[in-house]
């Protein structure tokens, strides 16, 4: 009877890395940074709060989505990288008008001007929403309320030339809406993850 010999394998075997889902990270960032500014935009605090705004989107909202959208890069998924990276940049974009302007480094642009950008980025978030779709019910949720937010803020400031901030309030509330609904989705996916099973389903996707 031939011996047996059973395969070595060629060199030292070791477990594939596991890394951490980076998704909460950036919705967190998201979700507070947004909260903070629609709190304003809403009327909740005074427009002399922006200037705390601007540190907290440099470093929180900016920098924590750019690493948050890094990460998903490695991880393969191209929604979270293009979704995390663009609204980083989006706070960094604000955060450098209010801080230039303010130094006087750049004259104030024209409200038309904020809204026409706005508009874009609601054309921009419209698109990602669609694509959320195939993603979970919750996801979804904060595209759509994010898409009605940009485009109310546009609506915003095409108004404020007549002297109306009523669309303005009203896509504060909508972007407290959407903070506070990302900060949920976030404790969702830390609270899975720590519990290593699901505990609260985020939603099955309403598109396969």
């Known amino acids: 009877m031939p011996d047996l010999i059973e395969a070595q394998p060629a060199g030292p075997m070791y477990a594939a890395p596991k890394y951490a889902n980076p998704a909460p990270l950036g919705l967190a960032a998201f979700g507070l940074t947004t909260v903070v500014l629609s709190a304003i935009n809403a009327g909740w605090l005074t427009p002399d709060a ?55 480094w750049l004259k104030p642009a024209p409200a038309a001007a904020g809204g026409f950008i706005l508009l874009m980025w609601g054309i921009f978030t419209g698109l990602l929403w669609i694509v959320s779709f195939r993603l ?59 519990a290593g099973r699901v505990v609260i389903s985020p939603g099955t996707p309403l598109r396969s």
């Open 50 to 104: 922006v200037p705390a705004v601007v540190p907290l989107a440099f470093a929180f909202g900016g920098l924590a989505q750019l690493v948050a959208g890094i990460l998903e890069f490695k991880t393969g998924n191209t929604f979270g990288m293009v979704a995390f990276i663009s609204y980083g940049m989006f706070w960094w974009w604000f955060a450098l008008l209010q801080w230039t302007v303010g130094a006087g």
């Open 136 to 194: 979970s019910k919750a996801v979804w949720s904060i595209f759509l309320l994010l898409t009605l937010t940009f485009f109310l803020l546009a609506l915003g400031d095409f108004h404020y030339a007549l002297g109306s901030l009523a669309f303005s309030r009203i896509g504060g509330y909508f972007g407290l809406l959407t903070g506070l609904d990302a900060l949920f989705v976030a404790f969702l996916e830390v609270l899975n993850a720590t």
